[in-house]
């Protein structure tokens, strides 16, 4: 499976942006979808997940009410809508994918996208 983000970029706190996800290689239909992100000096963390149907999404407490993630399996492609930004949500963000059940550890998943970096300014 091959991973293409995109949509990264500088904004200001409380702006929003859209990241997207491009799938190609498998089945993308398949496969439970996930965003990462990773700061300067800090570990990847687990930002939302969803599953392979779409039916259930997963998100960690500090995004919750403000991202959402959302996949359009006909496009092969699962976005995350970031509203009300700031600026500790600055990072590079990752797309990963894999089987078997959403996960929000970051050696779960065996495929990963390139990363897509946000900034979000004071």
């Known amino acids: 499976v091959q991973l293409q983000a995109s949509g990264g970029g500088l904004v200001q706190a409380g702006g929003s942006l859209r990241l997207s996800c491009a799938a190609s290689g498998r089945p993308f239909s398949s496969y439970d979808m996930a965003w990462f992100r990773q700061a300067p000096g800090k570990e990847r963390e687990f930002v939302a997940g969803?599953?392979?149907?779409?039916?259930?999404?997963f998100y960690r407490d500090s995004v919750k009410g403000r991202f959402t993630i959302s996949r359009d399996n006909t496009k092969n492609t699962v976005y995350l809508q970031m509203n009300s930004l700031k600026p500790e949500d600055t990072a590079v963000y990752y797309c990963?994918?894999?089987?078997?059940?959403?996960?929000?550890?970051?050696?779960?998943?065996?495929?990963w996208g390139q990363g897509t970096p946000v900034t979000v300014s004071s």
């Open positions: 990963a994918t894999r089987t078997g059940g959403s996960s929000g550890r970051a050696t779960d998943y065996p495929y």
């Open positions: 969803i599953t392979w149907s779409g039916g259930r999404t």
